[in-house]
């Protein structure tokens, strides 16, 4: 019989294609670096093979197309706060308090004073030129103004005290003096400081202003003989001598401040309060800036027991 034209046609089809071994082109499945050259060809002609591999393609582009949504957190859990500078720290923790911001103002105010005292000096040799004229005009104004304000933040200091003494708990008979002076040394500036405002008369502010300062007197004399005692304690640590010493240079520059006013001394009185009043506001913020170097809860903290 005569071969069939239709069956060779088929059988020729049918027959592989012969492998080309060129070394200049080399095969793309040999190629192991993943590039567009080779593993991803190899899987587009892989994929035209596999009728499958088409749907399954377009299956992962629809998956990946879509939003993914935001993982939910579990309640209760809020990320942990990182401490900013350590300085900022312990500003905050100041001026989270009104006892804090009294120390500020009173380094600002006391930073004001000597200026006025060093432009005084000044004037005593030569004329201040109109600009220096007038900034002491407004510094003065500021002064009384930031003298004013501090006492407003210390208004009913007379509460704790007094919280103090109508507690149930038992307490020695030296504790109850120390609150009986406290509470007549709070009731005493909050009377000063109403006279001041203009609600009380003001020769009742200058009476209350006298006992004031002679109960500062009486306190800061205490302060220093219970640093005596505790000094004369042993097996104690660095840093409750470091923490004693501070309080000491404190109470001794309260100390100098307040015996001009009390014993009405003259001698170099502007010059002795401003540095003594200075470096006893000042004083407080080294020391916190020293020692602690926690973070800001405990800055807080310990800001607390400062002021």
């Known amino acids: 019989m005569p071969p069939d034209p239709w069956g060779a ?24 670096n993943g590039n567009a050259n080779g593993t991803a060809n190899g899987h587009a002609a892989a994929a035209d093979d596999d009728p499958s591999h088409g749907l399954h393609h377009h299956t992962l582009s629809y998956a990946s197309s879509q939003p993914q949504q935001p993982v939910a957190k579990p309640r209760g859990q809020s990320p942990k706060r990182l401490p900013g500078p350590h300085t900022i720290e312990v500003l905050a ?32 040799v030569r004329p201040l030129t109109k600009w220096f004229a007038a900034n002491k005009k407004r510094t003065q104004i500021a002064v009384s103004g930031l003298s004013l304000t501090r006492k407003c933040l210390l208004l009913l200091n007379p509460l704790r005290p007094a919280a103090a003494l109508l507690s149930p708990e038992p307490t020695s008979a030296r ?5 009986l002076i406290d509470l007549a040394g709070a009731l005493a500036d909050d009377v000063f400081c109403l006279s001041k405002l203009g609600i009380m008369s003001r020769k009742k502010g200058v009476i209350a202003d006298r006992w ?13 003989w219970n640093l005596h005692l505790k000094a004369r304690k042993k097996n104690r640590t660095q840093s409750e001598r470091t923490q004693d010493e501070w309080a000491r240079t404190k109470y001794m520059c309260d100390l100098v401040f307040v015996s001009y006013d009390v014993f009405n001394l003259t001698w ?17 913020w080294v020391q916190r800036k020293i020692v ?13 027991t400062l002021c």
């Open 93 to 124: 923790g100041l001026m989270d308090q009104s006892k804090g911001r009294d120390k500020i103002l009173k380094i600002v105010q006391y930073s004001m004073r000597s200026y006025l005292y060093v432009l005084g000096l000044i004037a005593a």
């Open 212 to 224: 004031a300062n002679r109960i500062w007197l009486y306190s800061t004399l205490s302060g220093l």
């Open 9 to 32: 046609e088929r059988a020729e089809k049918q027959q592989p294609l012969p492998i080309e071994d060129d070394d200049d082109h080399p095969r793309p499945w040999a190629n192991g």
């Open 292 to 304: 602690d170097t926690r973070p800001r809860q405990s800055v807080i903290r310990r800001c607390e």
């Open 175 to 179: 504790e109850f003096l120390n609150h």
């Open 268 to 284: 170099l009185k502007e010059p002795v309060q401003c540095a003594a009043g200075l470096t006893a506001a000042f004083i407080r």
